[in-house]
């Protein structure tokens, strides 16, 4: 018990600073400089994968985390219990900038709250959502839970540069969250629930079939391994 208690803190901490710089940033420059938003993510889940890692995976997404506990790589309470501290870590950070940040930077971009772009389909907002985070959890896979993985040690900026080139990518037309927990704390901060889905069903979708086509081709057959 104790054990699992201390890796949802780190849960809740590596989650809380990935929306609190992540979406930081998108409030600080409105919106108007989409690399520095995705500096900020990229840069941040790295470091704190890094840090975090030996403590509880690090995993900072529930989308990561269906993956892994679809392929058996974590338990069904291990994964609730993580998906609480990313929620809550998400939502503490997001609570925190509506506190603090400029009333008129804070409107201007929600809060943080990812946008579909206007004019484009829901439907095709969710399939982009599935598809960057598919390759998201794809790298995950290959590169931190793969125990064969060639070099463990820079999983975490090979993740982080994902999640990266993930948001410059796609950011403009979805606001690429690629992780439920990036959405909901910024919506429930702000109050925005518009299109919720595109950011619960797509990096969902996309993490599960990422971690089951991985598992599938690579991993079938071996012992599944908790952090």
Do not use: C
């Not at 971690?211 to 599944?224: D, I, K, Q």
């Amino acid at each position: 018990m104790e054990n699992i208690v201390k890796a949802a803190i780190a849960e809740f901490i590596g989650t809380f600073a990935l929306v609190f710089f992540g979406a930081g940033a998108l409030i600080a420059t409105q919106g108007l400089d989409p690399l520095a938003v995705a500096l900020a993510f990229g840069l941040t889940l790295a470091v704190m994968i890094v840090a975090m890692a030996h403590l509880s995976g690090g995993v900072f997404n529930p989308a990561v985390q269906a993956g892994l506990w679809v392929t058996g790589r974590m338990t069904g309470i291990r994964s609730v219990v993580y998906i609480g501290a990313q929620l809550l870590g998400a939502t503490a950070a997001a609570l925190l900038l509506r506190y603090f940040a400029p009333a008129q930077a804070y409107d201007a971009v929600s809060g943080g709250v990812p946008v579909v772009l206007e004019g484009l389909p829901v439907g095709k907002a969710v399939l982009i959502e599935a598809a960057a985070t598919f390759f998201l959890v794809w790298v995950i896979f290959a590169t931190a839970i793969d125990e064969g993985a060639a070099a463990p040690k820079v999983a975490g900026f090979a993740i982080g540069l994902t999640l990266t080139v993930g948001i410059l990518a796609t950011g403009r037309l979805t606001g690429a969250a690629l992780n439920p927990a990036v959405w909901f704390g910024p919506a429930l901060a702000s109050g925005t629930w518009a299109t919720w889905w595109v950011w619960v069903v797509g990096p969902v979708a996309g993490g599960i079939i990422a971690a089951v086509a991985y598992w599938a081709v690579y991993l079938r057959g071996r012992e599944p391994v908790t952090p």
